[in-house]
């Protein structure tokens, strides 16, 4: 197994404000702390703060980074190293089932990076928990996708494709899956925790089940702009649900000293270090739950003022 690299490391640090960089000896930078203010400094972070990772020791650093963060965090199962390989998404077939009206259901498919060159497709539909039955006369070659117009609306009906590979099907994939009296709807529909309106959402597996998994920004406290100075109004939070079953998955709150900026605060989700399970890098400080315990420049709302900006 290829050395995976720890680069959510780079790229927190790249992300978050408290960063040295090695000078040309390679020697660490003099490690800055953030400066507070008499009475000033970080709470702690609410009881459902995600916790899942610990400092990183100096040690185990990886020697030839740029930038590293002052306090990078490290996943202990996570494995330290460098890439040697492209790190790739193992996704599922992302079956899909949409009802587009006058009884048709519009199904799609990926085609994988695995799948050879002369790859085809037969496509099944079980109903009401029934025997499938195949619904195309011959394996389709030319698209990934297959219109069934003859799914019995008043029952539950399930779809499901199986590759064919010189005539013998491969593997059926996940099922996608639309109840009796279906509505047309052509998305699907997730219900935020708290009605948690998102001003950013990013996409990957994050639970590495194949399956996209989405992480959303929220957009409480009015975003920031660059062409207005204003303090925020909000915690910075982001929450993760599960994109198969859209349940509620984490909420990470950031508090108040981390500038709600709408372009300066972003995210970065993606699998970093090859386990299959995206990371979510994302700018950090020093915790403040409320507005009160902000460093001074962030109550004034002057960016270049607040500790991580120096
Ligand atoms: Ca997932
Ligand atoms: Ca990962």
Redesign the pocket.
Known sequence: MARKVMLSILLICILSCSIVAQDQTGQRGQRRMPVGREGQGPTRPPAGNERGLRELAAEEIPPNLNFYAMDPLYNPD?VLGWAEERIEEKLNRGMLAISTGEGKVYLGWRLLKSDPEDVAFNVYRSTAGREPVKLNAQPLTKTTDFVDEEAPPDQANAWFIRPTINNREGEASERAELPANWPTQQYKSIPTKDDVRASMVGIADLDGDGVYDFVIKHSSGRGKDPGRISPNSGAVKYDGYNGKTGEFMWRIDLGWNVDNGVWWTPMIVR?????????VCVRTSDYAATREQMHPGGQTGFLLDVPESR
């Open positions: 996570a699998d970093l270090d090859g386990d299959n399970k995206a990371e």
